[in-house]
């Protein structure tokens, strides 16, 4: 049978979010087998790549989503109007604004196939009533981390800030990833707070930025940080440009900690990347003991201590104390490459066999 052949929309959006750099990443993959087209009014654009093509390929969710209200489904509907496969990749569902879910809906009705990042997000679209009406064809899928540590590491401004206080013997207890409130990001200056109580010289460290448009998160991290008298104590680097940037800063983070609502699953990508990094992660234990099953990085990392699990209901004391353990634990070395390429070829083994097990069954 020839290789199936795919379309994969992505953003021209220079500052991506994680979803966009997994679609970017996806095209890479796949090779040869792949052409990727900017989402956007362009039928005719779109037309001439689908006759390439045996499937398209959509990610959600997009950051600029109202920007993007009625591409999606335009160009889920002209695949299926050209007799294509259309593969819908749904990183999240339930956590996400019940106004992006109106949009996604003529999407996923249109899909295929749709594929998971976890079984919790599969289990949440499961439950709702638009999953009657969707495609029984689904499958949850292993995402790899976005990132991968470059030869040569690039020093910022912030790295070398954060230099300076371990210079100052202080332990810089770290976050990557975006700063949104269903993140919980608070809970992590909490766990600082614990330690500053037991006269542990800590300085907490957030390697992202705040996700635009979310309320008063911005406004209420800072008055959280003030309120635990942490002001001179806590640093939001931003945006980062590139990996050499962020894994300079990574370089000078002690020890990583997330306390997630839930527990740890297999979409925190900020997780896996921090922890391929080299650096102790803390994070609490996933709810449900099968979450991680169907992804073997994860799991290796979990073996050799680069993941230090704590109790899905852990507080911040409990917390502390694994961030102190975590400090001085050695951690077995790894190179996460050989588990990530195995992660991108167990990925697209499953899109293949839907998307091949759609056309069969179609002609």
């Excluded at 021209?12 to 679609?23: D, K, L, M």
């Excluded at 956007?40 to 920007?67: E, M, Q, T, Y």
């Excluded at 306390?259 to 449900?288: M, Y």
């Excluded at 050799?304 to 102190?324: H, K, M, N, S, Y």
């Amino acid at each position: 049978m020839p290789s199936t052949r795919y379309l994969v929309m992505i953003s021209s959006a220079a500052q991506t979010c994680g979803v966009e750099e997994f679609s970017r990443l996806l095209a890479r993959k796949l090779g040869a087998r792949a052409v990727t087209q900017v989402l956007g009014f362009d039928p005719f654009g779109l037309l001439r790549s689908l006759k390439r093509s045996d499937a398209l390929v959509l990610n959600f969710p997009i950051v600029a989503w109202k920007k993007k209200l009625l591409e999606p489904t335009l160009a889920a509907l002209t695949a299926r109007l050209s007799k294509k496969g259309t593969v819908a990749i749904l990183h999240e569902w339930t956590s996400l604004d019940w106004k992006r879910r109106v949009v996604l809906a003529p999407v996923l009705l249109l899909a295929t196939e749709i594929c998971f990042s976890a079984p919790e997000i599969a289990d949440e679209f499961a439950a709702s009533r638009l999953s009657r009406l969707a495609t029984g064809r689904r499958t949850v899928i292993p995402i790899p981390p976005n990132l991968t540590a470059p030869e040569n590491v690039k020093p910022g401004d912030f790295s070398a800030r954060l230099a300076k206080e371990r210079a100052r013997g202080r332990m810089i207890l770290g976050q990557f990833g975006s700063i949104y409130p269903q993140k919980q990001v608070a809970s992590v200056l909490a766990v600082a707070a614990d330690l500053r109580a037991r006269g542990e010289d800590v300085f907490v460290a957030f390697a992202g930025s705040f996700i635009k448009g979310q309320d008063t998160v911005e406004q209420d991290f800072f008055a959280a940080v003030d309120r635990l008298g942490l002001s001179d104590r806590v640093a939001v680097s931003g945006f980062i440009g590139s990996e050499a940037e962020l894994f300079a800063i990574f370089g000078e983070i002690d020890v990583f900690c997330y306390l997630l609502p839930g527990g740890l699953t297999a979409r925190r990508g900020s997780v896996l990347a921090a922890a391929a990094s080299g650096k102790p992660v803390v994070v609490n234990a996933p709810a449900n003991s099968s979450a991680l099953e169907h992804h073997r990085l994860f799991q290796r990392l979990i073996e050799t201590r680069g993941i230090q699990l704590i109790p899905t209901g852990a507080d911040a004391g409990e917390a502390a104390d694994a961030v102190l353990k975590a400090r001085w634990t050695k951690i077995e070395t790894t190179d996460p490459t050989g588990e990530i390429d195995a992660l991108w070829r167990d990925l697209i083994a499953k899109i293949d066999d839907c998307v091949r097990e759609e056309a069969r069954l179609r002609d």
